[in-house]
């Protein structure tokens, strides 16, 4: 009869506890079902919560209570395939998330690449143009973004050097110019004085004609 209210009370249930007379009622004429422990009960309310925790991708605290669980003893098998379950879902989204952050930065630095050698070629538009600070200008800009810095420092030295040289030859052409404009005058100078001096010395003013020619 206890045997049998046990039963009733516990239903089916495949990790059970029995009482002395109910395990020998089993020997005799039932087939006694143990009562659960209270520690199986509160492994029964653990595991849906750590299956929650896996769905919602809450790895740590789903690994936790499944570890705990196999530290039970009660069903060793299922709390095994359960935790390495657990750890095969963890290490896949540790790879997902890393291969996502992978394509996250080759998008970015691909990106990165492009501005940078749309600065150097728009660079190069001013350079070509002789807007030599300009250029520079938009070099720096790439230097700054850290992608290639030998292409645009050598850039920048090109810049550097072609304004050197441009100014190097404009102060040049300027002193020339400078140079034969006194030149010029110079020489209109003289040819006066030696028109006024023959003039004066076809009128037979010799002395005047003679200072004239000395200057």
Known sequence: ?????????????TRLY????????YKRTC????????QAKANNLELPKAGNELKEKKFDPAIATFQKALAMNLDNAAAQAKLDAANKAKAD???????E????????AEKKRADF????????????????DEAIAQYNSALAMQVDDAVANTKIKEAQDAKNAA???KRKAEEDAKNKAEAEKRKAEFDALIKQGDGELKEKHFDPAIATFQK
Do not use: H, Y
Not at 3 to 9: F, G, S
Not at 93 to 99: F, P
């Open 1 to 13: 009869i206890q045997c049998e209210q046990e039963i009733k009370q516990t239903g089916n249930r």
């Open 18 to 25: 029995w009482s002395d007379k109910c395990r020998m009622a």
């Open 31 to 38: 087939k006694a079902v143990p009562i659960q422990s209270e």
């Open 93 to 99: 989204e540790e790879v997902r998330k890393k291969a």
């Open 101 to 108: 952050e992978d394509a996250k930065n080759k998008a970015e």
């Open 117 to 132: 050698e749309k600065l150097i070629k728009e660079g190069d538009g001013k350079l070509k143009d002789q807007k030599f």
């Open 167 to 169: 100014e190097e030859a």
